[in-house]
């Protein structure tokens, strides 16, 4: 049957495509099962931040303003059939009006590594934690640092080449802007896909920004009167990451905390190491059995900082430790 009637194309509703598309998935899956389909849920094609930012960053260039727009529709019909993103390159299959699907490839120039450094001081003492970078929970100056169109993250035309299997002779064609989209989609559901894309450490990112952060909270440790050491290792912990030990260049050597007795001495007075911060905080929750810890409570019985504090109950809830039994009300998960 011809695709076109009268010397148009043919009409084809909505629901023909997601059926066909649908039906090409499934025959996909049985030559390699591994294959990842964008799928679109409601009507916007991204609601984290991550996935917004992609897209207004794409669409903000006057190159691709007027044409990227024309991928949305194949996106919300899961024209997508498969979305991979790795280190500098993205590849997809996207439906189009014939039966074989076109294959797109799309290489993004990674940061180079003066550009990374820049964008790590600029955004030093201005995160939180993993958690806050990943959801996309950021102060309003490191969102202008992330998102600046000069010496930003997100990529410029410049950085972007692409290839697309269909005869369409337009600089960008729709399945290619249908991949670009999908990205974003695709960062919804894993943020940290965008720094495997572009080359770069995440954990870098969130272990050199609140670095300061870190040394102030070992500072303070030295004054309290439980005496307690605030090592890398308990921040790590406490994060949720893995500390870059690497100092920036420039910048000041971290500051370690001098020890006055030896790790056998100090179990000989007290008859037990020292509990990290991310330890006491789950132990002192860990023992209620029936009512629920608030956080003033936490904060009184621990005497740590308020965002110290957040950051390990966030840690502990991914990894299983405690749950919330009501807003701000935590107990031991069972």
Request: aromatic share 6%; charged share 30%.
């Amino acid at each position: 049957m011809s695709r076109y009637s009268h010397g148009y194309p043919k009409y084809v509703s909505v629901a023909e495509k997601r059926a066909k598309a649908e039906r090409k998935i499934l025959q996909l899956k049985k030559k390699n099962p591994a294959i990842s389909p964008v799928c679109v849920n409601g009507n916007k094609l991204a609601e984290s931040w991550w996935g917004i930012s992609w897209n207004k960053n794409l669409e903000s260039y006057a190159d691709y303003s007027n044409r990227i727009g024309r991928g949305r529709s194949y996106v919300r019909h899961g024209a997508v059939l498969d979305l991979k993103i790795k280190s500098g390159k993205i590849t997809s299959l996207v439906q189009g009006s014939v039966s074989r699907p076109y294959a797109i490839e799309i290489s993004i120039q990674k940061i180079k590594t003066p550009a990374w450094e820049t964008i790590l001081q600029k955004c030093q003492g201005k995160i939180g934690s993993l958690n806050a970078l990943l959801d996309g929970k950021l102060p309003k100056a490191m969102i202008d640092i992330l998102i600046d169109k000069k010496d930003g993250i997100f990529p410029s035309p410049g950085e972007i080449k692409f290839y697309c299997s269909c005869p369409d002779s337009a600089t960008m064609c729709k399945h290619i802007a249908a991949t670009l989209y999908g990205v974003g989609t695709r960062l919804d559901q894993d943020p940290s896909l965008f720094f495997t894309l572009r080359g770069v450490d995440m954990k870098k990112l969130v272990s050199q920004t609140i670095g300061k952060e870190a040394d102030q909270l070992i500072k303070k440790s030295k004054t309290k009167t439980s005496k307690r050491i605030i090592r890398n290792a308990d921040l790590s912990s406490t994060f949720g990451i893995e500390f870059d030990t690497s100092p920036l260049p420039g910048s000041p050597k971290p500051m370690v905390p001098a020890q006055k007795t030896s790790p056998k001495k100090q179990i000989k007075k007290t008859g037990k190491q020292d509990l990290s911060p991310y330890e006491t905080v789950v132990r002192i929750i860990s023992r209620r059995k029936v009512t629920p810890m608030d956080f003033k409570e936490i904060k009184k019985r621990t005497g740590l900082e308020d965002t110290l504090i957040r950051n390990i109950i966030a840690r502990a809830k991914q990894k299983g430790a405690i749950k919330n039994q009501g807003r701000g009300l935590y107990i031991k998960q069972a």
